[in-house]
């Protein structure tokens, strides 16, 4: 089975603290995704990588960067934290190949920024 | 029209009933279709892939209709352990990013 492992469960911070949230796969899959969901809105896209060092931002980069410098780890980096970023965030994997792979989750790190 | 869209719901059913769901996309493009589930403040789960010929998993039947742009979800039998977000996603075929659908809730009643 794929395991995605994320590095806490509940987490809190304080405003304008530098945040990282780390995420290991143990698949040597190639692609990694980190998301956040909120209530509402559903699952939406932070950044992803589809190789070490490489990244491409996806719906909402805005505050936030990544790192990815082995392959089974990538990073989710809060550059300043604001309250607004209070949510659950998930990291997920899936490998390289046709179109048709799924993403596996990790169980998620609920985010609080006092 | 939203990427993928969903009714929200929330779906309530005895246990024993037959609860269909469906989701539309928009991009005629897309590549692959799967359902995820997702329990109360758990991560999503893979439930089942979605094939063109349509495919079953014991009480799970999921179909998919590229003409009309929807996938479907058929439970039958809804146990109590069926209760759950269901996740509608789509490969929109561009790259490996996955469209999600904001979910359906799913209740089933003793």
């Known amino acids: 089975d794929v395991k995605v492992t994320q590095s806490s469960r509940y987490l809190v911070k304080r405003t304008g603290e530098k945040v990282f949230l780390e995420c290991v796969q143990d698949?040597?899959?190639?692609?990694m995704f980190w998301y956040r969901q909120d209530p509402g809105l559903g699952l939406r896209l932070i950044y992803f990588s589809y190789d070490v060092k490489m990244k491409e931002k996806g719906d909402i980069p805005e505050g936030y960067s990544v790192s990815r410098e082995k392959k089974e780890r990538f990073s989710l980096i809060l550059e300043s934290a604001s309250t607004n970023q209070t949510s659950m965030y998930l990291c997920a994997s899936s490998p390289r190949g046709y179109f048709n792979q799924p993403q596996h989750f990790g169980d998620g790190t609920r985010l609080s920024i006092l | 029209r939203k990427e993928v869209e969903q009714d929200p719901g929330p779906f309530n059913v005895p246990e024993g009933a037959t609860v269909a769901f469906n989701c539309t996309y928009s991009?005629?493009?897309?590549?692959?279709f799967f359902w995820y589930r997702q329990d109360c403040r758990k991560e999503p789960k893979l439930l089942m892939s979605?094939?063109?010929s349509g495919n079953e998993d014991g009480r799970f039947t999921a179909q998919l209709n590229r003409a009309s742009q929807y996938i479907s979800l058929l439970i039958r039998d809804s146990k109590l352990s069926d209760s759950a977000t269901y996740l509608c996603?789509?490969?929109?075929?561009?790259?490996?990013?996955?469209?999600f659908g904001k979910g359906t809730l799913l209740t089933v009643n003793p």
């Open positions: 991009n005629s493009a897309s590549q692959s």
């Open positions: 996603v789509v490969n929109p075929g561009s790259n490996y990013k996955l469209t």
């Open positions: 979605v094939y063109s």
């Open positions: 698949m040597d899959h190639e692609n």
